[in-house]
Structures are given as C-alpha cells and as structure tokens.
C-alpha cells in the first residue's frame, strides 16, 4: 500500500499533526486586526497605504451599499473582474460581511466566458474595473460598482510603477446600472451585521479542468481558513510577516497568500498592479519584504533582472509556491548567489491552495512535498481506485478540512471527483504522482499528460527540469506529437537566453538532451520560440501548445 504514514518519521517540530480549523469568518480577522493595529498598512500599493482602520471602515461601508441599495442578501453570489488592487480587496471582504458570496473571474475573459460565469453562479450584483467593463453584458446584472485603480494611486507613485491602465482617471457612468465605488463609499451607510456562519459559502471560484465548461468551486469561509491555518503555522508566518502581493488575486495563489493570509496574519501585502521585476526589486528592498509566493516561471525572471542583482534583498526569509516544479538548475542558483531555498507546495483550486508542503527545514527539490496538518494523501490506481504501493505511479486522492465542499450545480461532477476510502470522501486530484522511501510525494505529471512513445511513459516534467540545466536555455515546454512510427514522439519548445539564438542549433539540444537522458525520454524534435504562453498565474499553457502542435502535425502527414 501507499503507506500515508511514511512521512510522519519527517514532521516538522514544532508543527501540530492535526489541524484546529477556526470556527469563524473571514472577515472577523479584519475586525480584529482592525482594532489591535488601527494604523498599521494592510496594503501598500502604487506609493500609498491603507491602514487597518481604513480598511474595515471602507468594507464596512461597501458591504452596507450592498445590503442596502443593491439588496445583496446572505447566499447572493456577486462577481468579482479586476486586476490586483486595493478596490478588489475591499470589494471581496465587503461581500463576505454583508454574508454574500464572491465569484473572482479573470480580468482576462472574454464577454463569452464572463457571460457563463455570470449565468452558471446566478450572479446578479458584479465589481468591475473600469477598463473592463467593455466585456461584461450589463443586461445581465441589476447593478455593477465600478472602480478606477488611479483612486488609490499615491501623487507621488514612480512611474515605472504605474502602467497607462492603472493611472487612467476616473470615467463617467453614463448607465442607470453602474454604480461609482468612490460614491458608494461616501455615503457611509449604517451596517446590519449579517448571521454569517462559518459552514456558509464564502467563495466560488471557477477551475477550467481538462474537458467541459468551468466549474465553481464550493468554498466555505471554514475551508478557506483551514487552508490559512494549516500554511501559517507550517510556514513560521507572523504578524510581522510582509507580503509580496504580485501574483493575480482572482487566482487562489494570490488570493490566498497575496491577500487572505496577510489579512488572517494582521501583517502587510505590499500589492503590485503587474508584474515588473525590477519594481519588484525595489518593492521588497524598500519595504523590507520577507515573504514572496510565486510560480517558478516568476521567480525565474526576477533573478535574472539586473535590478535584482542591485538591490539589498536580505530581508527575504521565504520564497515558496507551487504549480509547476522548480527546475533543479534555477533551485541551484537561488541557494548558490542568494542563500535562499524555494519551499515547494501543493495545492489546488478545489483545496483552496495549501494541501501539501515540504517541511522548511528539510525541503526536497521538485518535490509536493508532504501531507500536512490533518491531510490524508493517498496514491490509487486511476482506474481500478485501490491503492498502489509506494514507489507506484497512481492518481493522488486527498481528504482534507480545506477540501471543497463540491462544485457549483455539477453532481455528476461531483460523482467523478469524490469517492470514498474507509468510510472517508477523497477528492481525486487527476495529478499523477508517486511517494517515496520516506513518505514525500512527487509529481508525474496530470493524468492527460504523459506521453506514450513507443510504449514507453515519457513525463513531460521530468524532461523539462532536465532540459533546463542547459546554459542556452530560458524555458521549455515538453509536449505530444503524433508519430506514425512511435504513436507520439516528445517535442521540445524552447525560449533560449538572450545572445544564444546564433549560437545553438536545435540539433544540438537534441544531441545534448540524448547524453542526459534515456533516448525514448529525450525531445525527438526541437522548436525554438521567442516566448510560450501563459496563464494569469505564469504557467506555462503545455495542452494549448499541444493541441496547436498536434494539429499541424496532422495537417503535414501525408
């Protein structure tokens, strides 16, 4: 069997093997943040700063906009399109007071995709940032708030830190339907405490999955703080804790870490409106920034900026995340030049991101880590469901307090994603993992994800962390193609450092990948690009890459 306890011979001092989750909500943490610091910042961004006293006053007055003049009761699902910002902060803790719940959605989507998301939660009440609102069909909301991001711009906010869209001056509305952010906080309404319970939903946020429509996922306040709960003790966070706030807040990595987990803390999120190394730089050295979560692909491109070479970065303690394995070579580099090890976790939308974690003072590479505080991992064959033994690749399933309670309106969803192991409701994650000799567990890849050459499984990560301990290259995605000889053949797509292109051939990545792995492993094929693309978050898109590929593949077979 899969042996769940072999990593308890590894636990962390100090660290419960059980987990108390809070029995509260979230927004009781603002309130008592609120009154033990008044004037402490809860989030710098774009030169200013928001104490804790003007925070909670502001939700407060948003939340009694909600229940008074847009009659947003308890259970109401109301949607939430913004990039990262105070507004979005305000508008997320505002929805939970009034005993609402938030639908965050990707500033990104298009009217068609925000069109579903607003039909499939029922959402009748929306926050928007100005910018976007292009995208929203008004028709199919009774209100919109809508916010400027320049109204919480400082006046003497660096330009560098300041992209066009963010110092756009407020717009007039000019539809009975929107409703201005600055002018429903002026009005300073009374609040009507709601009976919010900690069994009450509190988020939905939609995962794409591998097939179908996007799914929300179930959240309860309950959920989402055991997730909270479980990383702050697990991570040594404090109240002190300063949080670099970059990655999307739409997304449950910035979500929880960049806003949620600083706000439990009482510490502070010094928040960035996009992504910028060389503020980010400047960020954390002038606010003395010790804790950052970010995908590998990040932190990937912060450490090679020449700004970051510059500036005093010492008062970083914890560089974690998740997503995607932290290329060995790039691991290497952190703790050569910079005495810093990136603590890999493990975590999904549906577990409201921390599940697993590697223990920080015993931490292995590329790694998911271990099961933690009240976190039951198993390892089951995805077919059959019984579990393997350790040391076999199998589906992960998990039973955990910060589990989604199941996804929105979708039972026959939930009948493939949960079953049941003694007496016990597992969530299958669809991740392809195996444990090892001491109980730490690691990735293979997503069930729809592994490649069949000749027979033999080719992992796509595992080759990717390989090709990365190439000098040339920046990053690599490894994908599928159709082989008429082999069934698939593993094709390589490759971004080369700057000053490299006249300088490597693709062939001789191939030749180079062949005397560093086994021959059905290495990239058949090699194609150089100037840049792949990615999600919000920074992962890197693999199955849009292979499907594209795929096609042309077939498209030239003759």
């Known amino acids: ?19 108390h989750v809070p029995h509260a909500t979230l927004p009781e943490y603002l309130d008592v943040a609120a009154r033990r610091y008044p004037h402490k910042p809860a989030i710098v961004y774009c030169g200013g700063a928001s104490t804790y006293a003007q925070l909670a006053q502001r939700v407060d007055a948003m939340a009694a906009y909600l229940q008074q003049r847009l009659a947003v009761r308890r259970g ?165 804790s300063v949080v670099l706030a970059v990655a999307p807040l739409f997304h449950m990595l910035g979500l929880q870490n960049g806003m949620n987990m600083p706000l439990v803390l009482g510490g ?86 921390f599940l697993h974690g590697n223990p920080l003072l015993r931490g292995k590479r590329q790694c998911l880590g271990i099961p933690t505080q009240g976190v039951d991992s198993r390892i089951v064959d995805p077919v059959t469901l019984e579990e393997l033994p350790q040391g076999e690749v199998g589906e992960l399933v998990t039973h955990a307090a910060q589990v989604m309670k199941g996804y929105w309106r979708k039972p026959e969803a939930d009948r493939e994603a949960f079953i049941e192991i003694e007496g016990q409701r597992f969530f299958r994650t669809g991740d392809l993992a195996m444990v090892d000799e001491e109980g730490y567990f690691f990735l293979r890849d997503r069930l729809k994800r592994m490649i069949n050459a000749s027979g033999y499984k080719v992992w796509p990560a595992e080759v990717e962390s390989a090709m990365y301990e190439h000098p040339a290259i920046h990053e690599a995605c490894v994908i599928a193609v159709p082989d008429g000889k082999r069934g698939e053949a593993v094709k ?15 062939q001789a990545v191939i030749d180079w990948a062949r005397q560093r792995m086994a021959v059905y492993k290495a990239p058949r094929i090699v194609e150089f690009l100037d840049s792949l693309p990615k999600s919000g978050t920074g992962k890197i898109l693999w199955r849009e890459l292979q499907e594209a590929h795929r096609s042309r593949a077939q498209e030239n077979t003759p």
């Open 492 to 506: 390589a797509l490759v971004v080369l450092k700057p000053g490299f292109r006249a300088e490597v051939s693709e």
């Open 1 to 19: 069997m899969s042996r769940p306890d072999l990593h308890l011979a590894f636990w962390p001092k100090g660290v419960a093997r059980e987990l």
């Open 76 to 240: 109401d699902r109301v949607l939430l399109l913004s990039q990262n910002c105070p507004q979005f902060v305000v508008a997320f803790q505002a929805v939970l007071r009034a005993g609402a719940v938030v639908v965050p959605v990707n500033p990104m989507s298009k009217a068609a995709e925000l069109r579903y998301y607003a039909e499939d939660s029922g959402a009748r009440v929306a926050f928007a940032a100005q910018e976007l609102l292009p995208a929203l069909a008004l028709e199919r909301f009774d209100a919109v708030v809508v916010h400027a991001y320049s109204d919480a711009v400082a006046p003497d906010c660096a330009a560098d830190e300041l992209p066009d869209w963010v110092a756009a001056p407020r717009q007039p509305l000019t539809d009975a339907r929107l409703h201005g952010f600055e002018e429903a906080l002026a009005l300073a309404l009374p609040l009507v405490p709601s009976e919010t319970d900690p069994e009450d939903l509190a988020m939905l946020p939609y995962t794409s999955g591998t097939t179908g429509h996007p799914k929300g996922c179930m959240h309860t306040h309950r959920t989402v703080l055991a997730s909270l709960a479980a990383s702050q003790v697990w991570k040594g966070l404090n109240v002190e």
């Open 268 to 353: 502070t999120a010094v928040m960035m409106p996009r992504w910028n190394p060389a503020v980010a730089a400047r960020l954390i050295e002038r606010h003395r920034v010790t804790v950052w979560t970010a995908p590998p692909a990040m932190l990937l491109d912060f450490f090679s900026d020449p700004e970051a070479q510059r500036r005093e970065l010492g008062s970083l303690a914890l560089l974690s995340g998740g997503g995607a394995a932290m290329p060995e070579a790039v691991s290497a580099m952190l703790a050569e030049r910079h005495g810093l090890d990136y603590n890999e976790g493990y975590g999904l939308t549906e577990t409201a991101s």
